[in-house]
Nanobody
Framework: VQLQASGGGLVQPGGSLRLSCAASGLTFSNYAMGWFRRAPGKEREFVAVVRRPGVTSYGGSVKGRFTISRDNAGNTMYLEMTNLKPEDTAVYFC????????????????????WGPGTLVTVSS
């Protein structure tokens, strides 16, 4: 199984960025897909998870600004990030978990079986 996140970069406060996570080696539609992030000096933090298209859950700090989605035909998950703030600066990781796992377990990193290597997002003027 391989998960490859991309789309990170430098963006100004208030700007937008879209991350992608390409998956291979698994039946993508059978997996819940999540995004986590690790800011410098902090623990890895839950950002969002999508189970079936439209069935989503978000961490409190990003709710209303970030949108998670998935394209099962293309084996890809996305994170649309708007109104970015300096505190959103972090390495963003995508992860996969069997769809059968209950939602509350998907809010923590232990709920996931597969991880990608991460992409760096820097929000700075």
């Amino acid at each position: 199984v391989q998960l490859q996140a991309s789309g990170g970069g430098l963006v100004q406060p208030g700007g937008s960025l879209r991350l992608s996570c390409a998956a291979s080696g698994l039946t993508f539609s059978n997996y819940a897909m999540g995004w986590f992030r690790r800011a410098p000096g902090k623990e890895r933090e839950f950002v969002a998870v999508v189970r079936r298209p439209g069935v989503t859950s978000y961490g409190g700090s990003v709710k209303g600004r970030f949108t998670i989605s998935r394209d099962n035909a293309g084996n890809t998950m996305y994170l649309e990030m708007t109104n970015l703030k300096p505190e959103d600066t972090a390495v963003y990781f995508c992860a996969g978990a069997p769809m059968s796992r209950i939602l509350s377990t998907l809010w923590g990193e232990n709920g996931y079986d597969y991880w990608g290597p991460g992409t760096l997002v820097t929000v700075s003027s």
